[in-house]
């Protein structure tokens, strides 16, 4: 089952009617309270991420759902021109610890960055630690719905935080954020990629009911 696409955006209103969808598509998939409250808390933290990032952003959202795995889908157009690029570039290289903010800044951080493309975030971000979720060679089998290819995985960074956090302080340090996070402690996966001139955030949630 896929929901229809509906604008999302910073407005008051469009947000409540992020909520009603998410309602209503808890309500097809007949999930139940419990499920349904883990599902909202993902739509939520995730617009809130892309607010904290963007002030004035707009994209679409939309769910797909197969038997108990849900998918939530949020899309932005990389429609920037080479100026207003080069400053969000230059605003992510002013040296600030995305570690100190969390793992949603961090990976609110990986979302914006990777519509100036794949290299550009190898460049901005190889030798840090959100780099552990990057997919540097992605396989047929790693390829998102809708054929979307993924930059970024929660899979991948936990993968990697979970074989050098002893010995590697701020992979220890990322570690610790990424346990107190809503959206990877609910989330089986999320998902950064490109498809075209889009950005695709997805975040895949296998429910056990």
Request: glycine share 10%; with cysteine.
């Amino acid at each position: 089952m896929v929901s229809d696409k509906f604008m999302v955006n910073s407005d008051a209103g469009r947000m409540a009617a992020a909520r009603y969808a998410t309602a209503n598509f808890a309500w097809q998939m007949k999930l139940d309270r419990r499920d349904a409250l883990r599902l909202s808390l993902l739509v939520e933290e995730t617009l809130g991420m892309v607010k904290a990032v963007v002030e004035d952003f707009y994209g679409q959202l939309w769910f797909v759902g197969e038997g108990a795995r849900c998918e939530i889908h949020f899309e932005a157009t990389t429609n920037m021109d080479a100026d207003k690029k080069q400053d969000l570039l230059s605003v992510s290289r002013t040296g600030k610890n995305a570690l100190a903010k969390g793992f949603m800044a961090m990976l609110g951080e990986v979302f914006s960055n990777a519509a100036h493309g794949f290299g550009n975030m190898m460049d901005n971000y190889g030798q840090q630690t959100m780099a552990y979720g990057i997919v540097h060679s992605p396989g047929v089998n790693m390829a998102s719905p809708d054929g979307l290819m993924p930059v970024w995985t929660l899979q991948s960074y936990r993968s990697g935080l979970e074989r050098d956090r002893d010995a590697n302080g701020e992979a220890g340090q990322a570690w610790d954020e990424l346990e107190k996070s809503i959206v990877a402690n609910l989330a089986d996966d999320v998902i950064v990629g490109v498809k075209g001139d889009r950005i695709e955030l997805v975040i895949v949630k296998e429910f056990k009911g």
